[in-house]
């Protein structure tokens, strides 16, 4: 892909009242000042640098899970097997009508043969020395003796025996030597400090997703003639997509180049709840989403705030093949606009949809799950069917301020045409777009 301009001179004339006054008296225009000032860095470095900030989204919390779930059935794992025991059996055994007649002999064999046991021996492997070491009684007088079979719990349950054969024993050789319970108290010692330690925003953290400009192409285009570092804006983004990475590579912009746009990012409240995760979005300044903390940003001096109002469904509609956005119900932000004196200012990130595929869809379980935790629940893959994005082209267009509370409307429908109005800028937007952005066959469909 070859590189460009990081954004369209015909975008950045006019008057330049965002910009640091040192930069508007050293360079022409604003597509001067950043070509001269933008971060470079070599486009693998670049990568590396998305691919790995892409897979904690993945490693992490999956490992924390597994690790998790894998420690509860060490310490829990009778109970679990007993249950298994008793339900599979009689599942079998008394309900084997519920079973399509294809499968019954399937399922009849599997939990009467050794794959059940080998099954049992997975769930009953040990954490460390001595745990459900079984044992027998040759007579009532007689000491007991510690059974050794090479399935028995006592050394290693069946990845010692599955594994010995191999040559490799690091995973039943940890299973004796690492007590879960240690580790999984580190794990929440960790957790609590990552949430309990004061932290702030770091201005250098956001130049990290300046690396990512040159790799996806990113332009930023903006009228700055229409914005006044002294009112209140809300601006709202769309889509979300799988990783806002577009999201992140405008914050990183505007922080550097337009200063005097820059905006608190809300996002969801969980996030500010997850160990780690926290400090991320600490780092970069962003607020959490909910009314409360929106309001005291906005009622400072020129306070100004941006939302993904699309959220945790407008996840589940990204897509690859088509363009998607879920604003038909999002009417939060113009009662905020309302409330505060705010001016609402659409924002379309081309691309933002183009970087991940996702197995999940909008009427999914996974869907579901996710609004109802107010947390992402979704298996994606980029590149490679790895969390390494696809290369797509990202362009961040900033629309003209939206005066909700001028608009001549029935007061008994302010909120509804004042978000009309925004829909209509948002179809304004891609229309006029979508073509220059690299998009030129996707329809926008707005849910």
């Known amino acids: 892909m070859r590189r460009r301009s990081t954004a369209p001179a015909d ?41 790995i900030f892409c897979s904690l989204h993945i490693i992490g919390p999956t490992a924390l899970g597994l690790f998790l779930c894998w420690a509860l ?8 097997v007993h249950f298994l025991e008793h339900w599979g059996h009689a599942l079998v055994t008394k309900h084997a009508d519920w079973i399509p007649r294809p499968m019954q002999s399937t399922v009849t064999g599997l939990v009467s043969t050794d794959l059940y046991t080998v099954g049992r021996s997975v769930v009953m492997c040990p954490a460390g020395p001595g745990l459900y070491t079984t044992t027998t009684a040759t007579g009532p007088d007689e000491d007991p003796a510690v059974d050794t079979s090479p399935s028995s719990a006592a050394d290693g349950g069946f990845f010692r025996y599955a594994f010995d054969d191999a040559g490799v024993s690091v995973v039943c050789r940890l299973c004796q030597w690492v007590d879960p319970g240690a580790v999984v ?17 770091w201005p250098l953290f956001a130049r990290l997703f300046e690396a990512f400009h040159d790799i996806f192409d990113f332009r930023f285009v903006i009228d700055q003639s229409k914005f006044d570092p002294r009112k209140r804006y809300i601006f709202v983004a769309v889509p ?15 922080r550097r180049f337009v200063p005097k746009l820059d905006a608190r990012l809300g996002v969801a409240s969980v996030l500010f709840r997850m160990p780690f995760l926290r400090q991320f979005f600490l780092w970069l300044g962003c607020v959490p989403a909910c009314k409360a903390n929106l309001t005291a940003v906005l009622q400072k001096p020129g306070g100004k705030v941006a939302i993904m109002s699309g959220g945790v469904a407008e996840i589940f509609l990204s897509c690859r093949e088509r363009e998607q956005i879920y604003l038909e119900k999002r009417k939060g932000f113009i009662r905020l606009a309302l409330a505060n004196n705010a001016e609402v200012v659409p924002v379309y990130i081309f691309g933002q949809t183009k970087f991940f595929d996702q197995l999940a869809t909008n009427d999914s379980m996974l869907m579901r799950l996710s609004r109802r935790f107010a947390a992402s629940l979704t298996c994606f893959w980029g590149r490679y069917f790895l969390p390494i994005p696809y290369p797509a082209r990202v362009m961040c267009v900033v629309g003209d301020p939206i005066n909700v509370g001028g608009l001549d409307l029935d007061p008994d429908h302010a909120v ?21 952005a690299g998009y030129p066959d996707d329809d926008l469909e707005i849910i």
């Open 73 to 80: 059935m060490c310490y829990r794992g009778a109970n679990v």
């Open 240 to 254: 979300h997509g799988i990783i806002p990475l577009g999201s992140f590579m405008a914050i990183a912009f505007i």
């Open 11 to 51: 975008h950045m004339a006019g008057p330049r009242g965002l910009e640091p006054e040192w930069a508007v008296e050293k360079y022409g225009s604003l597509t001067e000042h950043t070509e001269a000032e933008r971060l470079r860095v070599p486009r693998f470095v670049s990568w590396g640098i998305v691919s």
């Open 416 to 436: 509804d045409g004042a978000h009309a109005a925004v829909c209509d800028a948002v179809r304004q937007i891609y229309a006029k777009h979508h073509v220059e």
């Open 185 to 201: 108290l580190g794990f929440v010692f960790l957790m609590l400090l990552s949430l309990l330690y004061p932290s702030r925003e």
